[in-house]
């Protein structure tokens, strides 16, 4: 194991970065080889392939996903995310809530898209309903 | 492998003292979580064989007392009726085992979900489980606070708490942000202090086909809101695929209904969400609490003011 720490972020996604997830597939399929117990060996070889799964989903999208949240971050007027924290916890968008929640709805269902996408697609159906009942109010 | 070799020897020094001329035998580990590891293994003495578990923090952990704690814990729990492992003989600090460690007998039953989800021969314990989770939670949150003085962690104010486990990782997540403050602005009134789980859920439930066995994993009990656990068995990233609401299994309704009539309090449905929404950062990222912001954000856009 390396001893170099990584920065906890891995914008615009959250850690695990995908060099860590690659590590740790590697490090559980060494662990494997080891092993005697076969349920064990395939709770590691499932633990293994879900982590570089996640990591090949952001790194085909991370570019993407990169630009995208610099264009959400211009349009609320924040140059990164710990502006745009700052700003929301101390009450700068209760004014704007509904663009702040829009977008941070879309960097929730990107993040979703690389971490979870069984999440994402179950999260779409109560979104439309919560859009609908919020227009009729 | 040298691990192995390394604990059995452990194990003989520690259980001598208690148990005489033992030996340790069919020593393999169980898993190998975040912050600590679990084994399993036979002591074997003349009046026969006793099929134990031994937990320890992991390799390069700092000894900290919680394991000690916990045990204290486990037995105040089982005194006061929930199901919780029996502790055999438990240590702090770098003795033969090098770490903070806590031995309990062993018990039959499955703690892997999707088993627990789907597999035939528990369909009769999926039946019972919703009321026995309530029962289980009611009996822990009828345990006496003053007992556990000093022991516990106490949670005066949940959003403070997490907020500054959040802030502690120095890595913005705006969503969070405005989780923070929906939860301010919507707080229920305050309920009481309770002895609480801190992580009642599938993966921490051993079940056989009577039904609950065992409420294992008890490393982040402390002293707060009882709804709080009501919550996170309810909490999306627990269900593994299951379409009940609670644990995958059953209704919010059977639970808060079985849990009042357990001794429980009487909670509502929308007071339960709150608790759902309250942020988990288990594991010292965000990335396990995607159910919380997915949750948050599916509450509505429009009703976060």
């Known amino acids: ?137 | 492998m040298s691990a192995n070799i390394e604990v059995e020897r452990g194990l003989h020094k520690v259980l001598g003292p208690v148990m005489g001329d033992v030996e340790v035998t069919n020593l393999h580990q169980l898993s190998a979580g975040a912050s600590r590891e679990t084994w399993s293994f036979d002591a074997v003495t003349g009046q026969g064989s006793e099929p134990l578990i031994m937990q320890r923090a992991r390799a390069g952990a700092a000894p900290t007392g919680v394991r000690s704690a916990e045990a204290a814990i486990l037995r105040l729990a089982r005194d006061g009726g929930v199901a919780a492992p029996e502790v055999v003989l438990d240590g702090v600090g770098a003795g033969p085992l090098e770490r903070d460690f806590t031995i309990v007998r062993r018990i039959d039953g499955e703690s892997i979900p999707r088993r627990i989800l789907r597999e035939p021969r528990l369909e009769s314990a999926r039946n019972t489980f919703v009321a026995q989770c309530a029962r289980e939670l009611a009996a822990i949150h009828a345990l006496d606070v003053s007992s556990v003085d000093g022991l516990l962690t106490r949670v005066d104010d949940p959003i403070e708490y997490q907020r500054n486990v959040y802030e502690s990782f120095d890595d913005p997540h705006p969503v969070f942000d405005l989780v923070f403050r929906w939860l301010a602005s919507n707080r229920p009134p305050a309920a009481g202090s309770s002895v609480v789980h801190g992580d009642f859920r599938l993966g921490n439930l051993l079940v056989a086909e009577s039904g609950i066995a065992a409420v294992l994993d008890w490393e982040l009990c402390h002293v707060g809101d009882p709804r709080s656990d009501l919550g996170w068995l309810c909490a999306r990233a627990w269900r593994f695929g299951g379409a009940g609401e609670v644990a995958g299994i059953g209704s919010k309704t059977e639970l808060l209904e079985s849990y009042e009539a357990a001794g429980g309090r009487r909670v509502n449905v929308d007071d339960l969400r709150w608790w759902e929404v309250w942020p988990r950062f288990v594991g010292g990222t965000p990335v396990s609490c995607w159910s919380t912001i997915f949750v948050a954000v599916a509450l509505g856009r429009s009703r976060w003011r």
């Open chain 1, 1 to 137: 194991m390396s001893n170099v720490r990584r920065a906890r972020t891995n914008w615009p996604h959250d850690a695990p970065p995908a060099t860590d997830l690659i590590e740790a597939a590697r490090d559980h399929l060494s662990a494997e080889a080891g092993s005697s117990d076969a349920g064990r060996a395939r709770w590691m070889a499932r633990v293994s392939a879900n982590a570089l799964t996640v990591a090949l989903r952001e790194l085909e999208s991370k570019d993407t996903d990169a630009r995208q949240h610099a264009l959400r971050l211009g349009r609320l007027g924040v140059a990164d995310d710990a502006e745009l924290a700052e700003v929301v916890r101390s009450g700068g968008f209760d004014g704007r809530h509904r663009q702040l929640a829009h977008e941070l709805w879309e960097v929730t269902l990107a993040k979703l898209r690389v971490a979870n996408p069984g999440y994402r697609d179950e999260a779409l159906e109560p979104h439309r309903d919560s859009v609908s009942k919020g227009n009729q109010t």
